[in-house]
């Protein structure tokens, strides 16, 4: 039981370059999210889903596409990578929108 | 607009020192609160929860919170800290009225010296 996994845990890119993050979840949840984390500014969230084949846009969406094709993965997709975008990303999950929501334990993304 | 404010953002404190972190928050209606912790590398976990009920919650690792509905605060505390709990506290509220969103504080850094 992995529960809330991501890929890659790092990765570096340059500015202009494309690339995806992968969530996987093992818990049956409806709700996946996608946040980042940066210093001082607490969590922003960026997208999320209330179930297979939904999304909707958060705080940040600017940047960023996400898919939910399946119910256990969500995806999160930069397609132009700026430095701005330099952050750490957390995917959570959770049963109802309500209720306590569980982290992966992040990507660390570096855009040069 | 929706938030959450933790006024704290670095404590210091000693070994054995006493903890008080401030949440507040600004929703109306029937609110669900969370304490989360991300100790240094990790991902965020959860401390403790509060739902409904009595609104002193105790969580894991001494940790306790305190919901008062009149203050629109949720502060956590422990009575004596160990270097073991520096690390990062956020305080997170959801309601139904919040669509499907759980909105977190910008997060208080905790640092205690051995």
């Known amino acids: 039981n992995a529960g809330v996994t991501q890929t890659p845990k790092f990765r570096v890119l340059k500015t202009g370059q494309s690339m995806t993050l992968l969530c996987a979840q093992d818990?049956?949840?409806?709700?996946m999210y996608w946040y980042r984390q940066d210093p001082g500014m607490g969590l922003r969230l960026i997208h999320y889903?209330?179930?297979?084949?939904?999304?909707a846009k958060g705080e940040v969406p600017d940047g960023y596409n996400v898919s939910r094709l399946k119910k256990q993965n969500f995806l999160l997709g930069l397609e132009s990578a700026a430095p701005s975008q330099t952050s750490v990303y957390f995917c959570?999950?959770?049963?109802?929108?309500?209720?306590?929501?569980?982290f992966g334990p992040g990507t660390r993304l570096t855009v040069t | 607009a929706q938030s959450v404010s933790q006024h704290n953002h670095h404590v210091i404190l000693s070994e054995a020192a006493s903890l008080e972190l401030g949440c507040n928050y600004s929703?109306?209606?029937?609110?669900?609160l969370f304490w989360y912790v991300q100790y240094p590398g990790q991902h965020l976990q959860l401390l403790l929860k509060?739902?409904?009920?009595?609104?002193l919650v105790k969580g894991i690792k001494g940790f306790e919170a305190e919901f008062i509905k009149s203050k629109f605060s949720f502060n956590l505390r422990k009575p004596s800290v160990q270097w073991s709990d520096t690390a990062e506290y956020f305080c997170?509220?959801?309601?139904?009225?919040?669509?499907?969103?759980?909105?977190f504080g910008s997060g208080t850094r905790l640092s205690i010296r051995p």
């Open positions: 959570a999950t959770s049963d109802t929108p309500t209720y306590e929501q569980y």
């Open positions: 818990m049956n949840h409806e709700y």
């Open positions: 889903s209330v179930g297979e084949g939904t999304t």
């Open positions: 929703y109306g209606g029937t609110v669900n």
């Open positions: 509060y739902f409904s009920g009595d609104p």
């Open positions: 997170a509220v959801s309601s139904y009225s919040s669509a499907s969103k759980i909105i």
